[in-house]
């Protein structure tokens, strides 16, 4: 009989080490276990982007292999943005964060920082790191040395609005993508080919737009179009300048500006008041053109700006 209790224990074993192992299963997904960034288990890798323009971008190169949450809402001034704690808590599932980087919008930094202090697996990515920055003094003029290390200089954020830094950006993050998930290296690969492409094609267009156009200059709502107009040699004239409402004076120079070099388009934004260039508008006989520079489909955008700019006023 003692042999038969001895041999049933034994038999037992292996049935009692399966039930102990969902258990620690059932408590671990109930605690929220993370998942680290190197992928182990099946479906989309969940990927965290700032803006909405990072978005397209991700999800060309990633297709059905990720899933794209933007933190930015549309329509929102990312200048004075804070996520909120749900939004927070949903992010820091993300296996990777991309991000423009180098400072440049300071609630990426603050929200790299919570992330990584829940999931310490999450990657943030700095999309920047290959882009050549524009650098601009305090009252929002071009540093034309370019040099990093010019006193009181800053570097335009907009990295973006250009589609040769988009086929930059669009690398950086399959190099990710593929240290995330090895196994799908060759579509990643596939797909940044395709994007690259695309992006030549929107710049072949641009250019083809722009090509006979004599006036080069543009008014915008706020500087955010310096890398689109350094690589057709266009030049902007922003109505609000680091963010600032302009003065009447200010407005006054725009005004006699337009009418000296025969301006005829400003360019107005969502997430920007629009009074001052609507001023200026109606001042010069201008067309208004609504453009959004936070818009996800972004590629859009460099067309809708160069045939705007070809058809002058309105």
């Given at each position: ?24 299963i ?49 329509g ?71 040099d ?29 993508l593929i ?19 695309r ?10 737009i ?13 500087d ?12 902007q ?5 680091g ?17 000296r ?8 934004e969502?997430?920007?008041?629009q ?12 067309r ?7 818009a ?19």
């Open positions: 009989m003692r042999r038969d209790v001895a041999l049933n224990a034994r038999n037992n074993h292996p049935i009692v080490l399966i039930v102990i192992a969902a258990l620690f059932l408590a671990c997904t109930s605690a929220g276990c993370s998942t680290p960034a190197s992928r182990t288990v099946e479906g989309p890798i969940p990927v965290a982007v700032s803006i909405p323009p990072l978005k397209e971008i991700a999800e060309a190169i990633g297709s059905d292999r990720i899933s794209v949450e933007v933190v930015l809402p549309p929102t001034e990312p200048h004075t943005f804070e996520p909120t704690p749900g939004q927070i808590q949903r992010l820091s599932q993300s296996a990777i964060f991309f991000t423009i980087g180098e400072g440049l919008l300071p609630f990426e930094d603050r929200l790299a920082d919570r992330l990584s202090s829940q999931n310490q697996a999450i990657r943030i990515v700095s999309l920047s790191e290959e882009i050549d920055l524009i650098r601009t003094d305090h009252d929002g003029q071009t540093n034309p040395t370019g990093p290390n010019h006193h009181d200089s800053a570097a335009d954020p907009h990295i973006w609005l250009s589609p040769h830094n988009g086929a930059i950006m669009a690398e950086k993050i399959a190099t990710a240290a995330a998930d090895p196994g799908g290296e060759e579509n990643y690969r596939e797909n940044l080919l395709e994007y690259r492409l992006t030549q094609r929107v710049d072949e267009e641009v250019r083809g722009l090509s006979g156009i004599q006036n080069r200059r543009f008014i915008v709502t706020h955010a179009w310096g890398y689109f107009a350094r690589e057709y040699g266009l030049e004239i922003a109505v609000h300048v963010g600032k409402e302009p003065t009447a004076r200010e407005i006054q120079e725009i005004i006699s500006t337009a009418h070099e025969e301006l005829g388009v400003v360019f107005i969502p997430q920007f008041p009074r001052s260039a609507l001023v200026i508008a109606d001042e010069i006989g201008g208004v053109v609504v453009i959004d520079p936070l996800e489909a972004y590629l859009e955008n460099f067309i809708e700006v160069a045939e705007a700019l070809k058809g002058g006023k309105k």
